[in-house]
Nanobody, 115 residues
Framework: VQLVESGGGLVQPGGSLRLSCAASGFPFSSYAMSWYRQAPKKARELVAFIARAGDSTKYADSVKGRFTISRDNAKNTVYLQMNRLNVEDTAVYYC?????????WGQGTQVTVSS
């Protein structure tokens, strides 16, 4: 299992970013996918979840209405569109899949929201 995130960067408050996670090494369309984030000195938290067919999604309360998770099973990629970013969204964002009792993580991509 390999997960490679991209798309992070520095953005001003109110701005937008789209994160991508390219997956390989497993049948992508057979597994749900998630995005997590970890801010400095804080625990890693679930941001968004998408079912394997993309027909069901869930979000942390803090990002509802601002973030959208989606997936393209033909491209083995999951996305996180982040709008109306604020400084509290600053964190390392991780792609995740949970398979056969084990969590798999990407290397993470840094998102910094600052003026």
């Amino acid at each position: 299992v390999q997960l490679v995130e991209s798309g992070g960067g520095l953005v001003q408050p109110g701005g937008s970013l789209r994160l991508s996670c390219a997956a390989s090494g497993f049948p992508f369309s057979s597994y749900a996918m998630s995005w997590y984030r970890q801010a400095p000195k804080k625990a890693r938290e679930l941001v968004a979840f998408i079912a394997r067919a993309g027909d069901s999604t869930k979000y942390a309360d803090s990002v509802k209405g601002r973030f959208t998770i989606s997936r393209d099973n033909a491209k083995n990629t999951v996305y996180l569109q982040m709008n109306r970013l604020n400084v509290e969204d600053t964190a390392v964002y991780y792609c995740n899949t949970f398979q056969w009792g084990r969590n798999y993580w990407g290397q993470g991509t840094q998102v910094t929201v600052s003026s």
